[in-house]
T-cell receptor, first 111, second 111 residues
Framework: SQKIEQNSEALNIQEGKTATLTCNYT??????LQWYRQDPGRGPVFLLL?????KEKRKERLKVTFDTTLKQSLFHITASQPADSATYLC??????????FGTGTKLQVIP | DAEITQSPRHKITETGRQVTLACHQT?????MFWYRQDLGHGLRLIHY???????NKGEVSDGYSVSRSNTEDLPLTLESAASSQTSVYFC??????????FGPGTRLTVL
């Protein structure tokens, strides 16, 4: 079955730098990859979706890439701010709207 | 504003008791989902529904059941609560697009 793998170790970066989070998947390339943000004690919030035939998608300070050769998606936050501190989840959208989630990477932006 | 709510937000129960967690959305979405989130496992799909009277088993459905008598609600029932079901439970809905909207979660402790 399809698996989504994210680095379980927390990522600490300095304010103003670019944060890069990695999502790797096994087996076949999903039609879509999604990225969600989750704050402590809250449900995930959808951020971006990238399709298999798209190399890159941007939204304000966020950028997502999708490399089907490497079986990898990268999530970038440019000019990071302390308010960006959260756990970021990668997810694979399969058939019938079923989503498989990675375990998430916790990002801490240090002022 | 349309929203998705869960109740209760926190619940403590004893092993063997039946527990029902409520999920209510006001978007009129056909698709609704229940997930559990545990450290090291991320979000795992328990049950899902594509419309009234439709229910389907997810990845970790043993010991859980759902029913869908209207569009707005998808209650999750633990038939006989077990300590292994201590977790945070999230309900989500989507309008058959590429985005899921999550509720705030219910923290369940089974003693």
């Amino acid at each position: 079955s399809q698996k989504i793998e994210q680095n379980s170790e927390a990522l600490n970066i300095q304010e103003g730098k670019t944060a890069t989070l990695t999502c790797n998947y096994t087996n076949y390339s999903p039609a879509y990859l999604q990225w969600y943000r989750q704050d402590p004690g809250r449900g995930p919030v959808f951020l971006l979706l990238i399709r298999e035939n798209e190399k890159e998608k941007r939204k304000e300070r966020l950028k997502v890439t999708f490399d089907t050769t490497l079986k990898q998606s990268l999530f970038h936050i440019t000019a990071s701010q302390p308010a960006d501190s959260a756990t970021y989840l990668c997810a694979f959208l399969g058939g019938y709207q079923k989503v498989t989630f990675g375990t998430g990477t916790k990002l801490q932006v240090i002022p | 504003d349309a929203e998705i709510t869960q109740s209760p937000r926190h619940k403590i129960t004893e092993t063997g008791r039946q527990v029902t967690l409520a999920c209510h959305q006001t978007w009129n979405h056909n698709n609704m989902f229940w997930y559990r989130q545990d450290l090291g496992h991320g979000l795992r799909l328990i049950h899902y529904s594509y419309g009234v009277h439709d229910t389907n088993k997810g990845e970790v459905s043993d010991g859980y059941s759902v029913s869908r008598s209207n569009t707005e609600d998808l209650p999750l029932t633990l038939e006989s609560a077990a300590s292994s079901q201590t977790s945070v439970y999230f309900c989500a809905s989507d309008p058959r697009t590429d985005t899921q909207y999550f509720g705030p979660g219910t923290r369940l402790t089974v003693l």
